[in-house]
Every structure is written in structure tokens, then in C-alpha cells.
């Protein structure tokens, strides 16, 4: 139980362009979503916090105009990395907060999402 | 500015030995202190957590050490293997503040045959 996916896995795509990325929680139910971004051999760095039905919270130095973010239900939110540029490219990673009984606010992590903008 | 400073940068242990990694943190509003592994190219996944009402807790060779008044918890991998070696992130959160966790800036294992 307790499963994050994230699609797509990769994606390589031109500068200026958009990019979706999706998360789903598949087994539970997760009022808040998470997402993160991470560059080689480094730690995880919270962009922003998406809680259903209402707006993201980003953090400090995160573009919301760039990073869009979408949280429709309680198992899907989607990151979309709008006029993407070489800069962008990194490991994007969400992750969903399970509410008891399937956990006690654990935090469950997707696979990842590898963005190259060329 | 990083709430959770994690040391060592990198690990080499041998086949066998015990891995310990350590965490300090300045937040005492925390009170939730998860570890992750990670493989190069996959999401994090939760290895063990623990809640500051407790001082220690053991989940097979994974065990976590913590020491509330010195805002410190460690991870302790007993008869470390080969297949442990990875990256181990300490984090942690504040219920009361959105369950933002937030990541030490990451072990590297490596677990010699």
C-alpha cells in the first residue's frame, strides 16, 4: 500500500516549451501533495505544497508563474514547468501525505520525474 | 538555511560493520524525524521514523537514536550490506506547520563486500 507513481518517468523537451508532470496517489487518499526538486547529489528541495481544492504554497525563490501547480483531487496533482529553459532540467519528485488509518502523516515519495531541457 | 545538518557527507563501511549516520537539528517545534533511502534515479523511500515521546526504535538491522535535549537522532544500519549502499537523507517536520519536511543534505553509503 501507500504507492506514489509520477508520469512521465523522463521527458526531454525544447526551450520554451511546457512540460506536465503528473502525481498520483494510487492506493490512498492524500489532501496534501508535495513537490520536490533535486540536482545531482544533492538533497531534496521543497518547491512548493499543494493542498486539494486550493491554491499551492510556494517557497521562497520558487516562480509560481513558472511552476505551476494543480491539485484537482485527492489522489492527482500536476507540476507544470511552463517556458522551460536548460536551467530547469532537473529530478522533480512529489510525494503525498497519508492520513490514518493507512499511516500516521508519513510522507510517501514518487519515483521521480528526470526533466532534460535542451 | 538548512534546519537539519547531517553528517558524514559520505560513508565506506565494510561488509558486516555498523553505518551510523547523525542529525542535528535547532527547530525544537519538530516532532516527527523520518529517514530515507535513496538509489540513484528512484524517489526517496521511508526507512524509519520516529516521534520525539521516544528514545530509540528498531526496525530489523535499522535503528534510530534520539536525543531530544541534544536535538540530535541518529540512523544505525547493523551488518550494513552491499545492497544498503546508498543515499540516506535524515528529515523532519512540524505537524502544526503543513508537514513540510526538511531533508539533511544526504549521506553516500557504500558498503564494501
Known amino acids: 500500500g501507500a504507492v506514489v507513481s509520477q508520469h512521465p518517468s523522463w521527458v526531454i523537451c525544447k526551450s520554451g516549451t511546457s512540460v506536465k508532470i503528473e502525481c498520483r496517489s494510487l492506493?490512498?487518499?492524500?489532501?496534501?501533495m508535495f513537490w520536490y526538486r533535486q540536482f545531482p547529489k544533492q538533497s531534496l528541495m521543497l518547491m512548493a505544497t499543494?493542498?486539494?481544492?486550493?491554491?499551492?504554497?510556494?517557497e521562497q525563490g520558487v516562480e509560481k508563474d513558472k511552476f505551476l501547480i494543480n491539485h484537482a483531487s485527492l489522489t492527482l496533482s500536476t507540476l507544470t514547468v511552463t517556458s522551460a529553459h536548460p536551467e530547469d532540467s532537473s529530478f522533480y519528485i512529489c510525494?503525498?501525505?497519508?492520513?490514518?488509518?493507512?499511516?500516521?502523516?508519513?510522507?510517501?515519495f514518487g519515483p521521480g520525474t528526470r526533466l532534460t531541457v535542451l | 538555511q538548512q534546519q537539519v545538518k547531517q553528517s558524514p557527507q559520505s560513508l565506506i563501511v565494510q561488509k558486516g560493520g555498523i553505518s551510523i549516520i547523525n542529525c542535528a537539528y535547532e527547530?525544537?517545534?519538530?516532532?516527527?524525524f523520518p529517514w530515507y533511502q535513496q538509489f540513484p534515479g528512484k524517489g526517496p523511500a521511508l526507512l524509519i521514523a520516529?516521534?520525539?515521546?521516544?528514545s530509540e526504535k528498531k526496525e530489523g538491522r535499522f535503528t534510530i537514536s534520539f536525543n531530544k535535549s541534544a536535538k540530535q537522532f541518529s540512523l544505525h544500519i547493523m551488518d550494513s550490506q552491499p545492497g544498503d549502499s546508498a543515499t540516506y537523507f535524515c528529515?523532519?517536520?512540524?505537524?502544526?506547520?503543513?508537514?513540510?519536511?526538511?531533508f539533511g543534505k544526504g549521506t553516500s553509503l557504500l558498503v564494501t563486500p
Open positions: 492506493d490512498f487518499q492524500a489532501t496534501t
Open positions: 510525494s503525498a501525505r497519508a492520513l490514518p488509518p493507512v499511516s500516521y502523516n508519513e510522507q510517501f
Open positions: 527547530n525544537t517545534a519538530f516532532d516527527y
Open positions: 520516529i516521534r520525539p515521546d521516544v
Open positions: 528529515a523532519a517536520s512540524q505537524t502544526n506547520s503543513g508537514y513540510a519536511l526538511n
Open positions: 499543494s493542498n486539494e481544492g486550493s491554491k499551492a504554497t510556494y
